[in-house]
């Protein structure tokens, strides 16, 4: 049975009651506190990740592992999928991603099947490794599983992933902000569109 979010059952449930501070093992009550204390420990076990990147099958618990892995430190619901909202698609920033429950769950499961099935995109030239890579990025950034750390989780399964391919994915080629730009515009392009094509052409550009 797929756990989504332990003792939490609604999205009023995330915060600290009263606030709109995410409740956190760090007793952090403000916001801006609770930024600087996630940026700064999440920094830390992705560097970990970077250096000895967590076993496994490069399926849907692999995903959630690595997002647990990252945020263990600060949120109860670290590699939970989000508990809400069920009744719709949850919308953030005029973009759509997937309704929380089963249909979340049944999709995410489909796309690492779909995985597997295309090899983990092994033995590929490396322009269909790209086009081939886009799409499952897109398709699992619809799905968007978790509260928070979607993005970040992300990067290092792909990275990972990438990696076992036989390519190397460089995240540090997000330190150029008009680089990283482009990648979350192609990203919300391929959500919103089903076109994928410029995901690609931004991930030939971090990709070797």
Do not use: C
Request: hydrophobic content about 40%; overall charge negative; charged content about 25%.
């Amino acid at each position: 049975m797929t756990q989504r979010g332990g003792d939490i059952t609604s999205w009023d449930d995330y915060f600290i009651p009263g606030t709109t501070v995410l409740r956190n093992h760090l007793g952090i009550v403000d916001a801006h506190q609770l930024s600087r204390a996630e940026v700064s420990l999440t920094a830390l076990r992705l560097d970990e990740l970077n250096q000895a990147p967590l076993p496994g099958d490069f399926d849907y618990a692999h995903f959630k592992a690595i997002h647990r892995y990252i945020f263990q430190d600060i949120y109860e619901w670290a590699g939970h999928e989000r508990v809400a909202p069920t009744d719709r698609w949850m919308t953030k920033g005029g973009h759509a991603y997937y309704p929380a429950g089963d249909v979340l769950t049944e999709a995410a499961e489909r796309q690492f099947r779909r995985l597997r099935q295309k090899n983990l995109l092994r033995d590929l030239p490396f322009d269909q490794f790209v086009v081939e890579l886009a799409e499952i990025w897109g398709e699992i950034n619809v799905i968007h599983p978790f509260r928070e750390g979607n993005t970040r989780t992300q990067v290092v399964f792909f990275s990972h992933l990438t990696r076992n391919a036989g390519h190397e994915l460089q995240p540090a080629r997000f330190l150029d902000e008009s680089l990283r730009d482009a990648f979350i515009e192609a990203r919300f392009h391929s959500q919103d569109t089903g076109n994928n094509s410029r995901l690609a052409d931004v991930l030939r550009l971090i990709v070797r």
